[in-house]
């Protein structure tokens, strides 16, 4: 084996969030494997290592750091516990991917920039993930350019599709809208001034503990105003929006289609240009799927039969070209081997159409 | 460092997609690592290695067997160097991913298979890669279900921008429609037995020596007609489109809002229902950009002080829903470590707005 | 009264499509009146001639023609009767539009042609409506501009719901089919040269005579490749659809948002730039239905209470925008005669939505 | 010639909106003609009535209704002007359409509702034309159907590409965002009860003179915020857009797709079910356009001809159904009258296409 160093991660919090990061790390990331992971609740931990091999569950983090196990901290508890976590992992040193919020408030959030000052150098990074997402990065792109002009609005949605049991109205602001603070200022490239709330009419599908949806309207240094729809109790699904207005075009991102750009009397999306950037996922999925079969002695994918068939294929289409006629295709009998070797072959194997029900 | 053993792969052939295959194993595959590349071109080999650490670059596929570094093979290689590189592989007992085509001809191709068998497990998968496209998967999906009645046609479109020096009239069929060959068979569940290739209008931009666009018409076993038109000089951009006819609707992939499905009198497209979907690859970049910053001592994204910033603004967001009026917002003073400390922050850093240009 | 001259027109046939160019000329065509429907089915005729204030109804075009009541014909029987129509409105020298087909064979076609070229001057145009869409009118455009290159190939779909009781396989070509066979030629600039018809897999849920869908593939002079997908039970809707090939880009019509382009890495389609087109129908519509109300002492729209109330509003606005804060709107107490005194208001009185059903 | 009467119209205020209205009711508008232009500016009136056969033109409006040929009032001045020509109108009894504003301010307005009242029916309609926007009717109809529950908030934009010399501040609300002062309550069903007006950055591309975009909040009495974007120099073209949000899902209007809804997590559009609405437009154009050529003695779309060829692929189409193989098609020779005789045809006669520019 090749003597590459991977990064440990030590995963605090094993809740949703946390479980879902000691998934991502093991399945998808390159150079990082979770050590450890750590949660109060002895059973979460312990589900959340099964995940992980190699990982160890533990209760608390100074655990793992006494083990010398630990390179990295990712923490993924409730906001208000993330104080008592940060001050060890910045105690040791370590890079920290610190899930919003930094903390709750911004006296104890202070503090903790205060205590990250004294280490010398910047160690935390809060999970603001818009920040990550391709058509923020393409409309930031879009407004540091100037290519539309100076940007002038935005209109932002934030809609869920329902709010849980102890989401409330004070959360749709420090839970939700949170969201829009970071990323606002990030995309417009100066700070929010001023903040203004208004709660119209409230949907009755909403808890009613709730006034859902309400209105914000934030105001930027140069006076760019943006007004953020907060809606988490939308049903139709989840969806998250910002339209920009320029001084010579709008651009919208969120939508199905990709970032939406009106110029010049057109609307117009990007089409590729390449297939590597059309098929990107498709070959980074198949190239993961392929190395989790190899490791059980198995394909995932196209058989060595499928590529006989296509170069029977190739061959006739080849002919074809030069009769301009119809060609029936002949093939060699099929070895039984093939029949039911691998999740993506063969092709005659589809399962009937399920019947067509009578009330269509 | 866990004791987590990683799939050692041998990339043969370090041109475009085998040096594409390295950088993709080494920067955003788990569980797997590059080992070995091999090329003839010895420049292009220590090339390639240079992007896997701990990789060796080597002239031939049985010098890597020979040092006992490799667990599975990748071929990258021209179609008609896929052969001799598969035969030891092949003898090795290797999981082999092997690039479209298996081989150059169905005799070549049969021999593979014949050679496969007698390792009595399938060790080859192709690398048809549109398999593993989100929008394919969905749309064979729709076909299995038979939600939408029996598929009844199907209608093609490959547009490159523009094809190279080396690509003839027959490359149409056999480096291009190659991939309608393996997906339509896999997408209907049938074999296609019959293939016609029209040529039309020529466009007057391609190479000389091509006549494209051409016209082929596929019809499959059950009846079901496929026309796919391949155009590699389409100059607009790269394309691939399918737009199937079912018995009660139609569904289109390949189009920039994802599947669109006909049913009903409406035209629909999926939206999303949860942050995890909406916002999976965000989280993914996230994690690996902040791994890769963590390995030099950095950060790559929100910073602490961002938190901060955010969390003045919820608590003066929460006190702005209980006055319904405009609040304006107070920072602390940044400490100067932050004003330049991470790609991602500080929001205040935007370069000036490009001056808009005389021309507009 | 001016003394402007209409248009007298003779309708013959007054079935579906002869009864909506009744409606049409009688609603919404200025310059033109109905005077006659002609239609050997008595209830029929009459039933039609309620439509049109003014109009008689006769067994035969020759009894109108004697009455001296026509300036023009518009014949909309069933194909196999347009040339004993043609022939009496030829020889009356009167101008005609006939529904398509001219005639249902090639012989009887050729005898109008001959008869019309006597009069020294055509009579006759042929109801092919696909000429006057605005979409098809933009691609031909585009086509003869040749902004996108020549044109190369074009890919047609024909979908209808369900085909009815006499409609046979001979009717997808000659009464489906048929409208590409006149515009493609329009489209393209010269004549089909070759057709070809192929069957695939039929649709369980077309009549049990007929063989749909179809695909018909033809070529033009200078080798355009056109396929044409015939569906006349497609179930979902109503679509017509031309996706056409350039050398430089593709143009796609029939879709929901009208012509759309792909050029330069770019899919777009067109915005508006005033109010003139983006309204029009709109303010077309508003007069129409406007001149109806007048002729029966009423209006049909906003009142004057609805004009006064935007009066306080706008007054409120401008004082709003110089304090910045909300302002409350006061309004005088409305005379009871607006409260139910016109069909676009007040606004107030919107019937309370359906109650929420349980199934949802 | 049938005796049917035609409503005959006054228009006050040959301008841009009056001339419109003079071309609209000459050439599309059925039942009506223009009797009279009515504009101080003897020019301008004089030219408008050269679009109008039978039409003549006067300085004030008591002159058309002296001479008796007046038997509905269109007011397309300024809005200053509309009182002293509403008042004889009214006293005349006449129907009339007034556009907007009614009049300039509250009280005047409030005076013009009296007369009103006095004459004991609504005689006025004010030009609001969105309410017959087929979108904004498809919203309304939404929201009274309560198919997606109560409305909550709607967010609206109205963006023009740049605004003219005489535009002020306060135009920005009375002559831009007064649609939405009207349009409002009739979707909402419920007048507006507050406004705030905001100005955020300005464009430096708007006259110095303007603050270019505006917001402009309004609640109308339930509790439904609506926030709309006025922008009137936003350069990219004209674009009027309203998203509507309902308790279970979001509906969009001004899209280059049509009304837009989210429901049960997909966006939906509607998709025509028939082809009389599909080419509603098609065969209304279709006929104007007959009849305008008619009555200069020619035809305007497809000839004789066109129909004859369409018989020839008609025929050779049903026998290429039998054969399955490729059919060559063979015309008459064409007559040379058919050669250009009609701005349809011949389909052969396309100019060549553009020289392709060698910027490209």
Known sequence: MPARSELRIAVVGAGRMGADHVARITDRISGAVVSAVVDVDDARAAAAVERAPGAVALPRLEDALDRGIVDAVIIATPGRFHEPVLVPALAAGLPILCEKPLTPDPESSLRIVELEQETGRPLIQVGFMRRFDAEYMQLRDLIISGDAGHLLAMHCAHRNQSSGEG?????????????????????????????????????????????????????????????????????????????????????????????????????????????????????????????????????????????????????????????????????????????RSASGSPPDAHPEPTQLSNKE
């Not at 140069?222 to 953020?228: A, E, F, I, M, P």
């Not at 709008?250 to 059309?278: K, M, N, Q």
């Not at 039969?305 to 074809?320: K, S, T």
């Open 167 to 339: 989401y409330d109205d004070s959360m749709l602001m420090t839970d939700s809208v949170v969201h829009e603070f970071d990323v606002v200022p990030w995309l417009v490239g100066e700070p929010i001034v001023s903040v203004e709330v208004r709660k119209g009419r409230r949907n009755s599908l909403a808890p009613e503990w709730l006034h859902d949806p309400q209105m914000v309207l934030l105001e930027t240094k140069s006076g760019v105003l943006v007004d953020v729809e907060i809606n988490v109790n939308a049903q139709f699904g989840y969806q998250v929006t910002t339209e920009a207005v320029f001084e010579r075009g709008i651009a919208e991102i969120g939508r199905p289609t990709g970032l939406a750009l009106w110029r010049d009397a057109r609307r117009s999306v990007a089409e590729h240009t390449t297939f590597t950037t059309r098929f990107a996922s498709a070959y980074d999925l198949q190239i993961q799927r392929w190395v989790a079969a190899a490791e059980r002695g198995a394909i995932d994918g196209p058989s060595a039969w499928d590529g006989y068939r296509a170069a029977v294929l190739c061959a006739a289409a080849v002919e074809a070209q030069s009769t301009g006629s119809r060609l029936e295709v002949q093939y060699a009998e099929m070895p039984a081997a093939y029949a």
